[in-house]
């Protein structure tokens, strides 16, 4: 059974970072794709980052330059590294696998996700 679970949010002031983690069981992040997303109430589910079984990289427009997509093989785990955040990135952030793709995954939207997080709350205060 795959799980995985995110941790790591919390509030943090607007110019300064964070680093979420994703905890992965039944599954190996390193074989497939990897995503992290963010929503706010009322809008839809918006692609922050994603990684291929490679480890390439691909970042929404708003995260490029400034958020960094990392994966510990051993831990089973990955991990999204936020500088410089502002007030509307204030959101809350999921980590998810989509278990039928390994390569592409800029391309995939959320339908295309398999197993999600419960999500954590990530506040950016002025």
């Known amino acids: 059974q795959v799980q995985v679970v995110e941790s790591g949010g919390g509030s943090v002031q607007s110019g300064g970072s964070l680093r979420l983690s994703c905890a992965v069981s039944?599954?190996?992040?390193?074989?497939?794709?990897m995503g992290w997303f963010r929503q706010v109430p009322g809008k839809e589910r918006e692609g922050v980052a994603t990684m291929d079984s490679d480890g390439n990289t691909s970042y929404g427009d708003s995260g490029k330059g400034r958020f960094t997509f990392s994966r510990d093989n051993a831990k089973n785990a990955v991990y999204l590294q936020m500088n410089s955040r502002n007030v509307e990135e204030t959101a809350m952030y999921y980590c998810?696998?989509?278990?039928?793709?390994?390569?592409?995954?800029?391309?995939?939207?959320?339908?295309?996700?398999?197993?999600w997080g419960q999500g954590t709350q990530v506040t950016v205060s002025s």
């Open positions: 998810a696998a989509a278990t039928y793709f390994s390569g592409g995954c800029v391309y995939l939207g959320p339908d295309s996700y398999t197993h």
């Open positions: 039944g599954y190996t992040p390193s074989r497939y794709c």
